[in-house]
């Protein structure tokens, strides 16, 4: 099929690339010249495992091509996924859809003979509506259809998520419109995935309603770990205990920092601000905010605690500041609050990420980046493993302490509470 990804972030460049991947000819347009130049010389702008081969073996195959000329790539496409950001809006906390309404307005000029529109950035309910009305404000109805198929790929493991979904979501009362869908995903519908099909809006909520869903079980460990700190259990136990119901799952049960990253926590703000719309209150989702706001102000005390108190001219070494593993994406993570509160306190930070130096602290005098775990830990206060990267996870952290001993806060559960106190190191962790 003829496909065109707008936007090539995430989750255009991904999915754009593994459609290809499938034998579709995508083109991958992005109004941010710098990527597409970047995409046309062989570079991947961000971080994601496996990226890199698929796009260099797509395009150079010519069934992936990179432009900004959205006007060849939407005429000569059949189906075009928007694939572009909806960031909070600043004040109210919705879901800001200004780059989809431009783009369903760019798309609109170029439409030359019948076209499937497919939102695939989350988008609030009724947004497909909206977008629909305005395309039929200049072009006959016959000629396109607006759906929506949310993605739910996750970062770091974003190829697999793709090739291997649990269930792919399409949203259209139009039957012909779902068939050309299934056709599309065919390839992953063999090996397993689920389609399912709903109404637009249905689709739409769908997606806010999983991503809310999996955020709330993440504040719900998180809480459950602050009581297990209090009570001497081991809150490890308890997520398997609880996990091992069928009805309630194992995964997303492990405490650490509050959720973060691109998706979540504007997500769960954007349905609450939806639902007002619609007055209806969803208290649940609105105490899991707060949950996880005041997460982030206690992990942060918790720190201070163990450096009693006195922050001032006290060394402390970052290791992984993004807000999960395997992804360059900072948005919402943890350390954002972190590094530029202990900072103004006057503390002097290292930190090492393995996806690389940081923009968000460039500007911070005494925060330092540094290429590797002996550099960060070396003669520190205190250690914060704040990212879950796999080089973090079996360090020896006995040897690199001789010259210093600094205390550890492991935010990640990465250690064994018994192993680390028997190295006679001091370890604090989370819920353990
Ligand atoms: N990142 C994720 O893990 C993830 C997962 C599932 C769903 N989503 C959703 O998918 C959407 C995209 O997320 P992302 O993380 O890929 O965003 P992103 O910010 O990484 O990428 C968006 C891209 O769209 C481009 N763009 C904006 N307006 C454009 C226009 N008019 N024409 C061409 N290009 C334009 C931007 O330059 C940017 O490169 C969001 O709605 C997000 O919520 C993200």
């Given at each position: 099929?003829?496909?065109?990804?707008?936007?090539?972030?995430?989750?255009?460049?991904?999915?754009?690339?593994?459609?290809?991947?499938?034998?579709?000819?995508?083109?991958?347009?992005?109004?941010?010249?710098?990527?597409?130049?970047?995409?046309?010389?062989?570079?991947?702008?961000?971080?994601?495992?496996?990226?890199?081969?698929?796009?260099?073996?797509?395009?150079?195959?010519?069934?992936?091509?990179?432009?900004?000329?959205?006007?060849?790539?939407?005429?000569?496409?059949?189906?075009?996924?928007?694939?572009?950001?909806?960031?909070?809006?600043?004040?109210?906390?919705?879901?800001?859809?200004k780059?989809?309404?431009?783009?369903?307005?760019?798309?609109?000029?170029?439409?030359?003979?019948?076209?499937?529109?497919?939102?695939?950035?989350?988008?609030?309910?009724?947004?497909?509506?909206?977008?629909?009305?305005?395309?039929?404000?200049?072009?006959?109805?016959?000629?396109?259809?607006?759906?929506?198929?949310?993605?739910?790929l996750?970062?770091?493991?974003?190829?697999?998520?793709?090739?291997?979904?649990?269930?792919?979501?399409?949203?259209?009362?139009?039957?012909?419109?779902?068939?050309?869908?299934?056709?599309?995903?065919?390839?992953?519908?063999?090996?397993?995935?689920?389609?399912?099909?709903?109404?637009?809006?249905?689709?739409?909520?769908?997606?806010?309603?999983?991503?809310?869903?999996?955020?709330?079980?993440?504040?719900?460990?998180?809480?459950?770990?602050?009581?297990?700190?209090?009570?001497?259990?081991?809150?490890?136990?308890?997520?398997?205990?609880?996990?091992?119901?069928?009805?309630?799952?194992?995964?997303?049960l492990?405490?650490?920092?509050?959720?973060?990253?691109?998706?979540?926590?504007?997500d769960?703000?954007?349905?609450?601000?939806?639902?007002?719309?619609?007055?209806?209150?969803?208290?649940?989702?609105?105490?899991?905010?707060?949950?996880?706001?005041?997460?982030?102000?206690?992990?942060?005390?918790?720190?201070?605690?163990?450096?009693?108190?006195?922050?001032?001219?006290?060394?402390?070494?970052?290791?992984?500041?993004?807000?999960?593993?395997?992804?360059?994406?900072?948005?919402?993570?943890?350390?954002?609050?972190?590094?530029?509160?202990?900072?103004?306190?006057?503390?002097?930070?290292?930190?090492?990420?393995?996806?690389?130096?940081?923009?968000?602290?460039?500007?911070?005098?005494?925060?330092?980046?540094?290429?590797n775990?002996?550099?960060?830990?070396?003669?520190?206060?205190?250690?914060?493993?704040?990212?879950?990267?796999?080089?973090?996870?079996?360090i020896?952290?006995?040897?690199?302490?001789?010259?210093?001993?600094?205390?550890?806060f492991?935010?990640?559960?990465l250690?064994?509470?018994?192993?680390?106190?028997?190295?006679?190191?001091?370890?604090?962790?989370?819920?353990r």
């Amino acid at each position: 099929m003829k496909i065109c990804m707008i936007g090539t972030g995430y989750v255009g460049l991904v999915s754009g690339a593994c459609f290809a991947d499938l034998g579709n000819t995508v083109w991958c347009v992005d109004k941010n010249i710098k990527k597409i130049n970047l995409l046309n010389a062989n570079k991947i702008p961000i971080f994601e495992p496996g990226l890199q081969e698929i796009v260099q073996k797509n395009y150079l195959s010519g069934r992936m091509k990179f432009t900004n000329d959205l006007k060849i790539a939407v005429k000569n496409s059949d189906i075009i996924f928007i694939c572009v950001g909806t960031p909070n809006l600043k004040n109210s906390g919705s879901a800001n859809l200004k780059y989809v309404f431009q783009a369903a307005k760019e798309i609109r000029k170029y439409i030359n003979k019948f076209k499937i529109i497919v939102t695939k950035s989350t988008v609030p309910i009724t947004t497909g509506d909206k977008i629909e009305n305005l395309i039929a404000k200049k072009k006959n109805k016959k000629m396109f259809e607006v759906i929506s198929n949310p993605e739910f790929l996750r970062e770091g493991e974003a190829i697999r998520d793709f090739r291997f979904p649990d269930r792919i979501v399409v949203g259209s009362n139009n039957k012909k419109v779902i068939k050309r869908l299934e056709s599309l995903y065919e390839p992953l519908i063999k090996k397993g995935a689920k389609f399912f099909s709903t109404n637009r809006r249905g689709a739409e909520l769908i997606k806010y309603a999983s991503n809310a869903f999996l955020a709330t079980k993440i504040s719900y460990i998180n809480e459950i770990s602050n009581l297990c700190e209090k009570t001497g259990v081991n809150v490890e136990d308890v997520s398997i205990g609880i996990g091992l119901d069928q009805r309630i799952g194992s995964r997303f049960l492990r405490a650490g920092p509050a959720y973060g990253g691109s998706c979540f926590p504007k997500d769960t703000k954007a349905i609450t601000v939806t639902a007002d719309k619609f007055k209806t209150n969803l208290s649940i989702i609105k105490s899991v905010i707060k949950s996880n706001k005041n997460r982030r102000l206690l992990l942060i005390k918790r720190v201070e605690k163990i450096l009693s108190n006195k922050i001032k001219n006290k060394k402390i070494g970052f290791l992984g500041v993004t807000f999960k593993p395997n992804t360059d994406d900072m948005r919402q993570s943890t350390s954002l609050l972190m590094i530029p509160y202990f900072h103004k306190k006057g503390a002097i930070i290292n930190y090492y990420d393995p996806s690389g130096r940081k923009n968000e602290f460039s500007n911070l005098k005494n925060v330092f980046f540094c290429n590797n775990i002996m550099s960060t830990c070396k003669d520190m206060d205190l250690i914060i493993i704040h990212t879950e990267w796999e080089e973090f996870k079996a360090i020896d952290f006995k040897k690199i302490s001789k010259r210093r001993k600094f205390k550890i806060f492991d935010m990640r559960n990465l250690y064994s509470p018994e192993n680390m106190k028997k190295q006679g190191l001091i370890y604090h962790s989370i819920g353990r």
